[in-house]
């Protein structure tokens, strides 16, 4: 019996490749997303993605969501504790592993292996060690598509915010970014590639800076189905 996991879902491209290369190499069965959702405005931590556009990738992935709800500000206490929940809840369920799209931060990754170290679930990490420039290009070339929800605008340029991942994008960037932004200069929202059974249809919305980052906002189009769509709080 294979292994079931789930992928940690942030929404972003890192996320979404991991679980493209875990279902190609077959070795682990994904049983599921996880994602940490802002329950007082209704979006991504980080990320900044709209609730309903989350739930619409973990329909287009064909995956179950699992939501690890905390509030706005989170104290670290009280992130630690939802989190051990969703831990617990997911090994009740049969989850031995959790898949992450960490790339090479060792501090990162010895966080997460710390936290889970004697819950019963094992971190993976299918992306580890890829470099960066050629990982970017695969996975545009792959079909990833994917827009820039949240710059850091001491690292990056703040009109970054809200472009397309793609070829010209990864020419534009500034000498020292890094090119999946893993150093935190960018965060993105995937709508496209093959990890999902279909595109997702959005629009984009205004671009704000928020607590010292700026954010570009994505919205499901109207003609987006109506199954793949929920109540989208306002921020």
């Given at each position: 019996?294979?292994?079931?996991?789930?992928?940690?879902w942030?929404?972003?491209?890192?996320?979404?490749?991991?679980?493209?290369?875990?279902?190609?190499?077959?070795?682990?069965?994904?049983?599921?997303?996880?994602?940490?959702?802002?329950?007082?405005?209704?979006?991504?931590?980080?990320?900044?993605?709209?609730?309903?556009?989350?739930?619409?990738?973990?329909?287009?992935?064909?995956?179950?969501?699992?939501?690890?709800?905390?509030?706005?500000?989170?104290?670290?206490?009280?992130?630690?504790?939802a989190?051990?929940?969703?831990?617990?809840?997911?090994?009740?369920?049969?989850?031995?592993?959790?898949?992450?799209?960490?790339?090479?931060?060792?501090?990162?990754?010895?966080?997460?292996?710390?936290?889970?170290?004697?819950?019963?679930?094992?971190?993976?990490?299918?992306?580890?060690?890829?470099?960066?420039?050629?990982?970017?290009?695969e996975?545009?070339?792959?079909?990833?598509?994917?827009?820039?929800?949240?710059?850091?605008?001491?690292?990056?340029?703040s009109?970054?915010?809200?472009?397309?991942?793609?070829?010209?994008?990864?020419?534009?960037?500034?000498?020292?970014?890094?090119?999946?932004?893993?150093?935190?200069e960018?965060?993105?929202?995937?709508?496209g590639?093959?990890?999902?059974?279909?595109?997702?249809?959005?629009?984009?919305?205004?671009?704000?800076?928020?607590?010292?980052?700026?954010?570009?906002?994505?919205?499901?189009?109207?003609?987006?189905?109506?199954?793949?769509r929920?109540?989208?709080?306002?921020?």
């Amino acid at each position: 019996m294979k292994t079931r996991a789930l992928v940690s879902w942030s929404c972003g491209k890192d996320a979404a490749w991991a679980l493209h290369v875990l279902r190609r190499q077959g070795a682990v069965e994904v049983a599921g997303l996880m994602c940490v959702v802002n329950e007082t405005h209704g979006r991504a931590a980080m990320h900044a993605v709209r609730e309903s556009l989350i739930e619409a990738q973990a329909m287009a992935a064909g995956l179950p969501l699992r939501k690890v709800l905390i509030p706005a500000p989170c104290p670290n206490e009280r992130y630690e504790t939802a989190m051990a929940e969703a831990l617990a809840r997911a090994c009740s369920d049969g989850i031995s592993a959790i898949a992450f799209g960490d790339l090479f931060l060792e501090d990162v990754r010895r966080y997460r292996e710390d936290r889970m170290r004697g819950t019963g679930i094992t971190p993976l990490f299918p992306l580890w060690g890829s470099d960066t420039r050629a990982l970017a290009r695969e996975m545009i070339a792959g079909g990833l598509r994917a827009r820039l929800t949240c710059v850091d605008p001491r690292k990056l340029p703040s009109s970054f915010a809200g472009r397309a991942f793609d070829d010209d994008l990864l020419s534009d960037l500034p000498a020292g970014v890094d090119p999946c932004g893993e150093n935190g200069e960018f965060h993105t929202c995937v709508v496209g590639g093959p990890m999902f059974r279909q595109p997702i249809d959005v629009r984009p919305g205004e671009t704000v800076e928020r607590d010292g980052f700026v954010f570009a906002d994505l919205r499901l189009n109207d003609r987006t189905p109506a199954s793949t769509r929920a109540v989208e709080k306002q921020p």
